[in-house]
């Protein structure tokens, strides 16, 4: 089926992968919101002080107001300095799960993909396994074995993520391993380390860049479904999730200002990295991951 | 093709193997053990002794695995901490009500992402193809709880149309009886589901428009209507199955989540509150049972696809 040119040159990568910014509608509004949502995680706290420690129920569901511009929770925060503050750690357990998912999966599938046979089946069925068990039970029993820290959280989605990106390199390595640059590699001596690391994973680049963009955009919303549950971070962690779990307890005594805005920001991030990841997606000409 | 089934049988053996494997794996990683957890984490070292031998709990873990396999293949899956109920009999009890739920909600997706797919598909590029990308992309990223209590929110508190909760009858016809109360929970898993699986059917269905056979479906006067019917719709058809597949734990997750949002008694619920409360032959038993249904799920999906594209057999090997 993949006759064509490989996607992605090693060298070239950086330059293809900012032509395929500029050229594209749907990847510059997904990078901006991105770009605007981080700074407002990242940079806002810097600008816009609050307390996020103290409970202080005495200033609980307040409404928006001047000082309160989104008003409070009922645990008195300021609605948004924690909406900045649970950015960060949704932000950065997505980013921390794609950098983990991507590093093992793209390893995992190239091995697989370039040793064959029976490491190869070995592999595969192993994925295959951890497939069959759908991650969110997976997730609720370890959950419910271990109190969740960020890291643990990290590690628990990240054990879940890295199955998709796995297969896929490997399907884009079986592929790439027959090609004459691979067997002249060979040929010329270089070892199956060497050819996996320079060759095949810069060669299967777009692939994994695309899944990665994916998984950010999937943590997020698995960890605010884990939020839901009951089963994100413990207080006084915020996470997008969990505080909009909880607002929407209050959704019937209109208290608004903790369901919407939080809902917003939310899909926002999801949607920014599914266009992102569509767009690289065209751009690079990879196959079978549309969204 | 017998090559191609026994060996594809062959590999969902192994991997009915491998989800015992963890299965057990699991049950060994439960911090203080189960005895610990049965009796209590008060219980004297004597009795936790006593324990662990009349639950065989001290034999070497190659003789408990062999146990725990030939129970698991008996139907025992042990007995639950908190229902004190054979966890057997409560999943039997709520998997065919996630039948119900599923497979309503799985059918209602397709019947709704097949045209809207193959729709933008035709339209590509065009406005109405931009619209129902950023439907599904919303739809995509909407996270399922917020989904759900959005609809209860309109559907239920503004506008007094549908019931809050699912069906709470205990048998099959019972929840069948009560379609109203099945609305808001198939809708909420049909249309996430609708946004992922329009856009493999879109890309099939535009990799499908450009195959010379439908260009020579046209030259000789057939009408659109049935250019699409005929030749695209089925061959955009193929992917589909296997994305179903390939979606079964998407699925399960969906149903975690909306399960708890209606409060349906399906495995979903039995599972969050199990999880919940620790009570880890239920977990381990759901475990079990989802993952083999997963993989029957998926060979059945492999065959269904061999039979219908006799293709896939060569490529595949």
Known sequence: ?291 | MRAYLLRRTGQAVVVVIGVMVVTFALIHLEPGSAARATLGTRATDERIAVFNAANGLNRPLTAQFVSFVKQAAAGNLGTSYSLHQPVSTLIAQRLPRDGVLLGLSTLLALALALPMGIFQAVRRGRAEDHAFTVLSFGLYSIPDFFFGLLLIAIFSVQLHLLPSQAPQAQSIGGILADPRALVLPVLTLALVSMASFSRYVRSSAIITLAQEYIQVARSTGLPERLVLRRHVLRNSLLPVITVLGLSARDIVAGAVIAEAVFNYPGMGQLFFQAATSKDYPILLGSTLVVGVATVIGSLIADIAYSLLDPRIRYVDG
């Open chain 1, 1 to 291: 089926m993949s006759t064509a040119e490989p996607a992605v040159a090693p060298r070239g990568s950086g330059r293809l992968l900012a032509a395929a910014f500029a050229g594209n509608r749907r990847a510059l509004v997904g990078l901006g919101l991105v770009a605007v949502i981080a700074a407002f995680c990242f940079l806002g706290p810097l600008l816009y002080r609050t307390d996020q420690v103290t409970v202080q129920l005495d200033l609980a569901q307040l409404p928006p107001s001047g000082r309160y511009p989104l008003g409070t929770d009922a645990s008195g925060y300021d609605e948004l300095g924690r909406l900045m503050q649970g950015g960060q750690s949704s932000l950065e357990i997505g980013c921390a799960v794609a950098v983990v998912t991507t590093v093992i999966g793209t390893l995992y599938g190239a091995v697989a993909g370039y040793v064959g046979v029976i490491v190869d089946a070995i592999m595969m069925r192993v994925i295959d396994t951890f497939l069959a068990i759908p991650g969110i039970v997976l997730l609720l029993l370890l959950v419910s074995m271990f109190t969740p820290t960020l890291r643990l959280i990290v590690v628990l989605l990240s054990l879940l993520s890295w199955l998709g990106p796995a297969r896929l390199v490997r399907g884009e390595v079986l592929s790439l391993r027959t090609r004459e640059f691979v067997q002249a590699a060979r040929m010329m001596g270089g070892t199956g380390g060497r050819i996996v690391v320079r060759h095949l994973v810069p060669n299967a680049a777009g692939v994994i860049i695309v899944s990665g963009t994916f998984t950010i955009a999937d943590s997020v919303l698995t960890l605010s479904a884990l939020g839901y549950l009951g089963l994100g971070l413990p207080p006084p962690h915020a996470d997008w999730g969990s505080m909009l779990s909880a607002g929407l307890d209050y959704l019937y005594d209109g208290n608004w200002w903790l369901v919407y805005p939080a809902a917003a920001i939310l899909i926002t991030t999801v949607v920014a990295f599914n266009l992102i990841g569509d767009a690289l997606h065209d751009a690079l000409g990879v196959r079978g991951q549309s969204r």
